[in-house]
């Protein structure tokens, strides 16, 4: 059966898809990834601070997580249970390779100047709110994360990473609060380039008014 198939055959919950799984229709696993696949990389990227290594994290997740399918119990989500396996992995990898200090790179400023205004700025808020999560300490970046990006309750969130709930909203808020007063001192010191002033905007100008000088002077 194709994968494709399975697909169009998904069924209601993660535990269903795990039975199969577990009963041998192994290429049902891809639905679980397919669920799941950016949820996992967003949480080993958050913990490794660098997009190769979460790459590598996030694979090594999945294998883990087939390996010890039959260990799921349903006591809980099978995506705290998912999450959990994430985390580990990713700490395993932190402590061997040093890539998560790495602060993330700005776009190109060629592709900027390629790209049309709003989306440069676009490109540019973005990055300027990665770079601000990027430099939060790692448990509160990664709180950060499960909670207002991927979007966990405080209780799975809390089960994750393995606290209590009243840790986890203390490590939410201080993450908040950091991220916040980062945000707010980046947009202060480059207030005075809110408007950027693009190679291709100026390009026309330059070229439009030259053209008027050309006719004034004919």
Known sequence: MSAAHH??????????????VLGGDVPAFEILMRRY???????????????????D????????AYKHLGSFEGRARFSTWLLRIAVNQASRDMRKS????????????????DAPEAEAARVHLRSILESAIDSLPEPLR?????????????????????????????????ARRQLRGSL???????????????????NSIVAAVFAAIAAIAD
Not at 146 to 162: C, K, M, N, Q, Y
Request: proline share 3%.
């Open 98 to 113: 040093r890539s998560h200090l790495q602060l993330a790179t700005a776009p190109r400023a060629e592709a900027e100047a």
């Open 7 to 20: 697909l169009a055959l998904v069924p209601d919950t993660d535990s269903e898809v795990v039975t199969r």
């Open 184 to 202: 707010e001192t980046v947009l202060e010191d480059g207030v005075g380039e809110a408007y950027p002033f693009l190679g291709a905007r100026c």
């Open 57 to 64: 994290a996030a694979q090594q997740t999945w294998i883990n």
């Open 142 to 174: 990664l709180v950060l994360i499960l909670r207002d990006i991927e979007e966990l309750s405080g209780s799975e969130t809390a089960a994750v990473l393995d606290l209590t709930d009243e840790a986890a909203r203390v490590r939410l808020h201080r």
């Open 37 to 55: 696949n950016q949820r996992v990389f967003r949480t080993v990227r958050a913990v490794l601070h660098d997009e190769d290594a979460a790459e």
